[in-house]
């Protein structure tokens, strides 16, 4: 148990300070009590003063202890010897104290003289002291440490009530399926009876899927604000321990908790967690044992209890193709709730939601913000919006503008503006026609989309410049010439290169990358290539996380494949070079203008594009 290494030693160093402490308080003790001895004679001049406010005769009646009190306030306390058979009590009768008050007279058991008190006094008492202390500040640290100090396999479920999450339908823009789904749930949470008279059972759990930062857990917590029922919200990774056995305690107690509340909601974020195929496939392979005994007793708890009592689970995960099919058997996870990538619609609602928060200028435009940002999630957009709002205040505005906003897409898209960056005259110039390249390619293909900017300000991200290229809607489907098109268009920038210079540099790395990715993604999954027809020739593994392929196709047939994405490449940098050498005039104004000017719009570039044509025609 190594856990515990830590309380132990601070244990031990409470105690050796505890120890210390008690001694010193004993030698002290006597000190502070001990009373100056006086002679009898002395405690009569005293009473008879009026300094005397109080005297104790022990149980021999030989001493006393009495204490004084001068005009000033000042206290003392003194001791004397005092005959046993003198009559204190009515000898102080006769006397009274300055104030007026008469004198204390007890027979109390002096301190020192029995065992029990001084017991009490000098040890007990402090010890007390010390512990309550002490567990104070254990109860601290345990705080600090995550409530684990002590405490082992409770779960860190927390509990959330309606308004604490605080969230609604309201908040989560777009995803309309996914709201309707939802929204069954929320209905049964509400009267269960509806469904129970029918017979229907809820199911027991739903799955949000989806890439990250599309609003899954903000969709879970707008289920319990809407449902208003107790949200436990744990994380998948908080079910795996450091201890074997302590993921399936957490687990066991999770659900403890929430039968006890119920109707209740279970969110398990980022359920892959513990929720990966325990063969391996999709996951790290090997054993973990941990993690299989949390999945485990998920499993049996979600058998275990009463669907009908209103415990509802919800788990979200961005890979859905590595969870146990255990899992995803009906009467566990059998819903499974698609949370994509939101469309133009959808992202001009995500827009409109998280500018609520800040003044917007009256005429920004939020549909061109939302085409400009075709693939992003909600998560980057509320960043966008955020971008854009910080942008307005360094520059003393409290009104956010179209440019605040334009300039955060490209923050978000393409980083930061690089100040300081030193890029040479002829560098500067290479870029420029790199960049027009893309544009006039892209420009001169009728299928392809029109590009809204074109810039040579390099950026954080290391782009020394890039061409925004926006489709104008949102199209689910990529025809065979949309995606040669667009292949040409990312070589665009190196024929450019090669046109004007005869040469090229490494500027192209991305578009490279970018190009053979769909050129290959052509071939081996959209059946796009006249050899392969229709032939699967790999699969995607991590769907929401960049889509990781892996060819299932013999080596041969790889070969092949290599062959023809070659192809099509070489064949789209042909043709690139090819519009290029057509236009090179145009090509020559457009990158004259753009390192004159190291930012144009579409519609600047558009309009020297025709300005050339006409007086030609
Ligand atoms: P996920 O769990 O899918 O990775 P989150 O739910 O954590 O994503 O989303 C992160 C943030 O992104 C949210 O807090 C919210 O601000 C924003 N967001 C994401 N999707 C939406 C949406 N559909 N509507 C409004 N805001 C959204
Ligand atoms: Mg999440
Ligand atoms: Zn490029």
């Known amino acids: 148990m190594h856990q515990t290494k830590g309380p132990q030693k601070s244990f031990v160093i409470f105690l050796a300070f505890g120890l210390l402490f008690l001694m010193m308080f004993n030698a002290l003790l006597p000190r502070l009590s001990a009373a100056q001895e006086v002679p009898y004679s002395e405690f009569l001049r005293m009473v008879k003063d009026g300094e005397v406010v109080e005297v104790q005769q022990n149980v021999d009646g030989n001493e006393i202890s009495f204490l004084t009190k001068d005009e000033n306030g000042k206290v003392g306390y003194y001791s004397a010897g005092v005959l046993t058979e003198t009559d204190l009590s009515s000898l102080l009768q006769q006397y009274q104290t300055k104030s007026g008050e008469p004198i204390i007279f007890g027979r109390e058991l002096p301190t020192e003289n029995n ?94 899927v989806g890439p990250p930062g599309t609003g899954k857990t903000l ?35 999770l659900f403890k908790q929430a039968s006890e509340k119920a109707p209740c909601i279970v969110f398990i974020d980022e359920i892959d967690t513990i929720g990966k195929s325990r063969d391996g496939v999709g996951g790290m392979g090997g054993g973990n044992d941990e993690r299989e005994q949390s999945l485990n007793q998920l499993l049996t708890e979600m058998d275990g209890f009463d669907g009908s ?71 980057e957009l509320a960043n966008i919006v955020n971008e854009a709002a910080l942008r307005a205040v360094k520059c003393n505005r409290r009104i956010v503008n179209q440019t605040d906003l334009e300039e955060a897409v490209e923050v978000i898209i393409a980083g930061y503006q690089r100040k300081g960056k030193v890029i040479s005259p002829k560098e500067k110039r290479i870029v420029a026609y790199h960049e027009i390249g893309h544009a006039l390619v892209a420009a001169m293909q009728t299928d392809s989309a029109p590009v809204t900017k074109i810039t040579i300000i390099p950026r954080t991200s290391g782009a020394l410049g890039y061409t925004m290229q926006v489709p104008e809607t949102d199209t689910n489907l990529l025809s065979k010439e949309e995606a040669l098109n667009k292949i040409a268009t990312y070589t665009g920038g190196r024929a450019a290169e090669e046109l004007v210079f005869g040469t090229f540099t490494s500027g192209a790395s991305n578009d490279i990358e970018q190009a053979t990715r ?100």
């Not at 998280?354 to 999630?377: C, F, P, Q, Y």
């Open 518 to 617: 769909l050129a290959r993604s052509m071939v081996t999954r959209l059946g796009m290539s006249s050899e392969f027809d229709m032939m699967a020739l790999e699969t995607v593994t991590n769907q929401y996380l960049g889509g990781d392929a892996s060819l299932t196709c013999s080596a041969d047939t790889a070969a092949r494949i290599d062959a023809e994405v070659l192809s099509i490449i070489k064949q789209a940098h042909e043709k690139a070079y090819n519009i290029l050498k057509e236009n090179e005039d145009k090509l020559h104004i457009l990158a004259t203008f753009l390192l004159e000017r190291e930012t144009i719009t579409g519609d600047e570039f558009m309009q020297l594009l025709h300005q050339k044509n006409e007086p030609q025609q």
């Open 219 to 253: 969709l879970a917590k707008a289920v319990a604000g809407e449902a208003g029922v107790p949200f436990f919200s744990i994380a998948g990774s908080e079910f795996v321990e450091m201890f074997v056995g302590m993921g399936a305690a957490r687990v066991r107690d």
């Open 115 to 208: 065992p029990l008190t001084s017991f009490l006094f000098s040890w007990l008492l402090p010890s007390l002291m010390l512990f309550g202390f002490g567990f104070l500040l254990m109860r601290m640290m345990q705080k600090k440490m995550g409530g684990n100090a002590l405490s082992f396999g409770k779960s860190n479920a927390k509990v959330y009530v309606q308004a604490q999450t605080g969230k609604t339908f309201a908040d989560v823009a777009g995803q309309d399926e996914a709201k309707e789904a939802l929204a069954e749930i929320v209905d049964f949470l509400h009267s269960p009876d509806k469904y129970r008279s029918v017979g229907a059972t809820m199911p027991k759990g739903a799955l949000l």
């Open 309 to 379: 009592k209103g415990v509802i689970i919800l788990a979200a995960t961005n890979r859905p193709e590595t969870l146990d099919k255990a899992l995803l058997r009906p009467g566990r996870f059998d819903r499974r709730i698609p949370v994509e990538l939101p469309d133009l619609q959808g992202r001009e609602a995500i827009l409109k939601v998280h500018s609520k928060k800040i003044m917007l200028d009256e005429n920004v435009d939020l549909t061109a913000i939302a085409r400009a940002t075709s693939g992003t999630s909600g998560a």
